[in-house]
């Protein structure tokens, strides 16, 4: 599988970072994980595309997984993985379905399908 990153996804990860210091040692084995197949995580309803979001713990913040990350992605068939958007749970709730969407559509019109 092949892991593609959205604009959106990069700017939240260095906003993150800059806060974090661990942030990217947090993510890698979920990239690791994905790219080898797995599916991580919960699927999120409502958005039209395949899309799971998966709790990273913050090793930084000392929470564990419930107060840690969040890290949304899209399955684009047949071997892409899209990571969409990543948060930190202490910061914002949930991302509405429809901002989703237009995240990935954003994304598919920029690299096609």
Request: charged residues 30%.
């Amino acid at each position: 599988m092949r892991v593609e990153y959205s604009t959106e996804f990069k700017k939240n990860l260095l906003k993150l970072s800059r806060r974090y210091r661990r942030i990217r040692a947090d993510v890698e084995p979920i990239i690791q994980a994905l790219m080898t197949g797995e599916t991580l995580g919960d699927r999120v309803s409502g958005v039209g595309y395949p899309t799971y979001k998966v709790r990273i713990k913050n090793r930084d913040a000392g929470r564990g997984k419930s107060g840690g990350y969040r890290c949304l992605y899209y399955l684009c068939p047949p071997d892409r993985i899209l990571l969409v958007t990543i948060y930190s749970k202490s910061d914002a709730d949930d991302v509405p379905t429809h901002l989703l969407r237009r995240l990935i559509e954003e994304h598919l019109t920029e690299q096609g399908p």
